[in-house]
């Protein structure tokens, strides 16, 4: 018994590592599909990089085959494609190349065609051949947008940049330090002569506003005699001016309205001798705010209230983002430029302006009128224009997540948005377009979104979740119905333009 | 009258001198090492195919070297897929491509690591155990007195040891393939929270039938490797149980070097 311990033991181990292989290969083998069960097609592509032989061929998402084999033909690509049985392909069957993910990992999207169009035979050629990269193009995008701002930082840089502009930043720093330290001093010398002067200059401002308002017609002369002034010395200013290449006569005529302007300054300041008259005997409302304590309170909190709305607009922050996301049943790019504006850290105002290749669909009736007798034919068709979209939301924040209502691509709609891990991952969902005949079930969108580094996110999600398919017959182009997307952006916030700003400099006009 | 000169003192070799004979005797050494591993190999496929088979000692030593390193390989093929994944998980969440950890395990295991893994485990624990029994042999003369009785010891003693390196790594490299796998598994979706059925497609999509038989071959190239790197260096061993020890010592940096310099080549050849 002790003799078969042994082999026993030996023949488990090599049982069990016999059955482990036979699991592995069974679950690394595809299977494949044989000539019998598919059909051989092939197509012409001008970039086969990333493809190789077993690579995927889906419609819908749904396996449907894979590349059997790629060759080189001129310059470009031959790829055949083992297509199961069961698909209906026909001659305007499209396929499209692109990748699944960041990382390069490409498959075929096939279009089988439509009915109208006749069946392709076996080892015949799919014509169209879509030549979208999916996230090249995306990367592509961001590229060009790097390299505008390359292009602004660099001019700036060749504005101020160098010995020479260093030299300068350097100088203005230095005499702005000798400003400030020679004006504290001046400050600290004179803090209660200018506590007067300020206190005086309060008083001055006061009672001058309560003159505007208590005296609007004389202010409103003091104001038209004004601008006659000015026109007069600007007059005067332009005679001057052409005395040194012409001769005296006009020189003398503007000495004559020079008077006359001295005449009606004479007379304005007469008015306003009238009025601080009155203002000092307290009559009209000029003279109460000076004698009332009640009333000057009033206007102290109103300047208060002022100086408030002045800080809450200092405060206020804004965000400019670009975002370009890959629509890959639509096969485009869609693409965003957005405002985000901040008054407080849980509230923001969101514009956003889209380029969005599903454009917007619009129906029309048409009425044909028959040359004869008989009723008018009406028709209702409907259009698919490319135009931008615009969005218009409001958003707060509570805790974890934001609520957005208002304009979501040109139509009424809500989102909420719920952040994750200090809000390096954001899953955001929006619902919009309720009204459109179209469609069966409003347009819902979810969306993930993370912070990959500082001012570059990546995105990913679903578009119109609940709505299959719609193509418009003519373009092919989809226009409602399910879409899954995915891209990037960039954002800048205002601080990051400030810091832009001090470390190049101001570009200046020499 | 007889004038005494001085003799000159005997000077050595200059260091130039000792440096050449020293890269020259290494040299030697090396092709000598090859050329003997490889009559070996000759000389025990050879006995392997004549009678008696001696079953029983084929059997102790598939026992000792592969029932043996059950526990060692399976643990270490746990681990190394758990690290693996963890590791590579938290790379791809970068690029919000993680669906891919499974593919890259998957790969990385059954082309490389497992085998790799497998043969240096059985290495420190088998191959150091059969190159000192063997030298022991040797150096108390145990194998002449096998001489004497007629019984060849290269039948004898070293074919059973080679033909269990050589059938033995193979199953060990899909034990580990196995554990690594699950061990990968548990951490990228019970900790990471990778979905099962990207977990599992992905993985079935990206790896090959020929990524799990060049593991295999590779395990038992390395196998083959080790085992007579181990039996040649003990069974020439001398010099008492000094020599036992630097024979041991020899085959053990033999044998690890053999491994990946085999894997780079068995790599370049099957790609």
Redesign the interface.
């Given at each position: 018994m002790k003799?078969l311990v042994?082999?026993f033991?030996?023949g488990?181990?090599?049982i069990?590592?016999?059955a482990?292989?036979v699991?592995?290969?069974l679950?690394?083998?595809?299977g494949g599909l044989s000539d019998r069960e598919s059909t051989k097609v092939w197509a012409y592509f001008k970039d086969a990089s990333g493809l190789s032989p077993k690579s995927?061929v889906q419609i819908a998402g749904i396996p449907v085959g894979e590349i059997s084999d790629i060759s080189l033909e001129g310059t470009r690509a031959k790829v055949w494609l083992k297509i199961r049985q069961g698909v209906d392909l026909r001659q305007d069957a499209a396929i499209t190349k692109r990748s699944e993910?960041?990382?390069g990992?490409f498959l075929l999207d096939l279009n089988p065609g439509t009915e109208q169009s006749p069946p392709l035979e076996n080892g015949g050629q799919i014509r169209r051949v879509i030549d979208t990269q999916g996230v090249e193009a995306v990367f592509e995008s961001l590229t060009q947008i790097t390299s505008d701002i390359q292009q602004v930082t660099g001019a700036l840089r060749q504005v101020l940049g160098g010995e020479k502009g260093t030299g300068s930043l350097e100088r203005i720093v230095e005499n702005l330090v000798r400003v400030s330290d020679s004006m504290d001093a001046t400050v600290r010398r004179n803090a209660d002569r200018l506590d007067t002067i300020l206190a005086n200059f309060e008083g001055v401002s006061s009672d001058v506003r309560n003159i505007t308002r208590s005296n609007q017609a004389e202010v409103g002369r003091i104001v038209d005699n004004v601008e006659l002034i000015t026109r007069d010395v600007r007059e005067v200013l332009a005679t001057v001016k052409n005395i040194v290449g012409s001769g005296e006569g006009e020189f003398k005529d503007s000495v004559a309205s020079l008077k006359q302007t001295l005449n009606k300054l004479d007379s304005t300041l007469g008015n306003l001798d009238e009025i601080t008259r009155k203002v000092k005997n307290g009559e009209g409302t000029a003279g109460m705010l000076l004698t009332d304590e009640q009333l000057g309170q009033k206007f102290s909190e109103a300047v208060s209230d002022v100086s408030e709305f002045a800080t809450r607009l200092t405060q206020l922050q804004t965000e400019v983002g670009l975002q370009s996301t890959y629509l890959v049943s639509q096969g485009r790019s869609k693409n965003s430029l957005s405002l985000r504006i901040i008054p407080k850290p849980d509230k923001y105002y969101l514009l956003e302006i889209i380029d969005d290749p599903r454009g917007k669909v619009e129906t029309q009736v048409v009425q044909t009128n028959p040359p004869s007798d008989g009723d008018p034919v009406i028709q209702t068709q409907k259009v698919t224009k490319e135009t931008f979209k615009v969005s218009l939301q409001f958003a707060k924040r509570y805790y974890f997540t934001t609520l957005r209502f208002g304009l979501i691509e040109s139509t009424g709609g809500v989102g909420a948005d719920v952040h994750l891990f200090d809000d390096a991952l954001t899953l955001k969902m929006d619902a919009f377009n309720f009204a459109a005949d179209e469609l069966r079930y409003p347009r819902l969108r979810a969306t993930l979104r993370?912070q990959?580094f500082d001012h570059l996110f990546?995105v990913?999600g679903m578009d119109d979740i609940l709505n299959a398919q719609q193509r418009d017959s003519a373009t092919q182009r989809l226009i409602a119905g399910r879409d899954f997307f995915?891209g990037g952006g960039l954002f800048f916030t205002d601080d990051d333009l400030k810091s832009i700003i001090t470390a190049t400099g101001v570009p200046s006009v020499r | 009258m007889s004038i005494d000169t001085p003799s000159k003192p005997q000077r050595g070799p200059s260091i130039l001198v000792q440096s050449v004979e020293g890269v020259g005797q290494g040299l030697i050494g090396f092709v000598s090492n090859i050329g003997g591993v490889m009559s070996l190999l000759v000389d025990v496929v050879r006995w392997s195919l004549r009678r008696p088979l001696r079953l029983q000692n084929l059997f102790a030593q598939l026992d000792f070297v592969g029932v043996g390193s059950i526990f060692i390989v399976a643990l270490t093929g746990l681990f190394t897929g758990m690290v693996f994944a963890f590791q590579s998980s938290t790379a791809f969440e970068l690029f919000d491509a993680e669906s891919l950890v499974g593919p890259t395990v998957a790969l990385t295991l059954t082309r490389e690591l497992a085998p790799v893994f497998s043969a240096l485990m059985i290495t420190m624990r088998a191959g150091s155990a059969m190159c000192t029994e063997l030298g022991t042999m040797r150096v108390t003369e145990q194998v002449d007195a096998l001489e004497t009785m007629a019984v060849n010891p290269v039948q004898y003693l070293l074919v059973p040891r080679i033909q269990a390196g050589l059938f033995m790594t193979p199953a060990l490299t899909m034990l580990f393939n196995t554990a690594g796998m699950g061990g990968a598994y548990v951490v990228s979706v019970v900790v990471k929270g990778i979905s099962a059925g990207t977990f599992i497609s992905r993985t079935r999509q990206w790896m090959d039938p020929m990524d799990v038989w060049e593991g295999i071959i590779k395990g038992a190239i390395f196998g083959l490797s080790v085992a007579l790197i181990c039996c040649y260096k003990g069974y020439n061993a001398s010099g008492g149980a000094k020599g036992v020890g630097q024979a041991t010592t020899e085959a053990m940096v033999s044998s690890a070097l053999s491994i990946f310099i085999l894997d780079f080549i068995v790599g370049v050849l099957m790609h």
């Open positions: 003799k042994t082999p033991r030996v488990l181990l090599v069990a590592a016999g482990f292989l699991t592995f290969i679950f690394a083998r595809k995927r993910s960041l990382l990992d993370a990959a990546v990913a995915f | -």
